[in-house]
């Protein structure tokens, strides 16, 4: 398959429609599918799936999960199939950007580790399923979302690397900030032993 070269107008435009996708608040489309009332006033108020899954739904909390990384494999896989590499990776970038700060909701959107972990495996997947497993790794023993969360940015540019995936590199390493700075709060909490653990309201 030849190597497509992307311009700078087909980067923005991809960059335009990852925003798109990503910008998608399926927290708040999937608990008001669910019944479950208004998203915003639950929990934290994030739009993630950490947050859904205190609305006491493993459903939603699962579809949620499925449709933010999904976005971002499919700003991925589109810009790939269409425009090349270079355009899939402006395209996965803006729809992490666009989960994070949606236009739709003032700016103010999720942590964006479902859709970095999406936007991941289609990147490069085995990377990708790496990350995955670091993050149910560090989940699973500590009991604390936040901490599989921000162990699995963290890990993304280390399995790059070693998985020669080059290319991913500073992607990865620019995600795993933004994840670090949109998880301040749960770093407090973490510090001060006050985080809250899994299925704990």
């Known amino acids: 398959m030849p190597v497509i070269e992307s311009s700078a107008a087909v980067l923005i435009l991809w960059a335009v429609i990852g925003y798109g996708l990503g910008s998608v608040p399926f927290g708040l489309v999937v608990t008001r599918a669910f019944g479950l009332g208004n998203l915003r006033q639950i929990g934290s108020g994030n739009i993630g799936t950490t947050n859904v899954l205190r609305t006491g739904s493993k459903a939603a909390a699962a579809l949620t999960l499925l449709l933010d990384g999904g976005k971002g494999a499919a700003a991925v896989l589109l810009a790939r199939s269409l425009a090349g590499e270079d355009a899939a990776q402006a395209a996965g970038l803006m729809a992490f950007l666009g989960h994070c700060f949606p236009v739709w909701l003032g700016f103010k959107g999720g942590k964006g580790v479902a859709t970095f972990l999406g936007l991941l495996l289609a990147l490069a997947w085995p990377a990708g399923i790496a990350?995955?497993?670091?993050?149910?790794?560090?989940?699973?023993?500590?009991r604390i979302s936040s901490m599989g969360a921000l162990v699995s940015a963290l890990s993304a540019p280390v399995w790059a690397f070693v998985l020669g995936y080059q290319a991913v590199i500073a992607l990865s390493v620019l995600l795993a900030a933004i994840v670090f700075v949109?998880?301040?709060?749960?770093?407090?909490?973490?510090?001060?032993?006050?985080?809250?653990?899994?299925?704990?309201k």
Do not use: D
């Open 182 to 200: 949109r998880h301040s709060a749960n770093i407090a909490r973490l510090r001060a032993g006050t985080e809250p653990r899994i299925g704990q």
């Open 131 to 142: 990350c995955c497993l670091t993050w149910l790794a560090a989940a699973a023993a500590s």
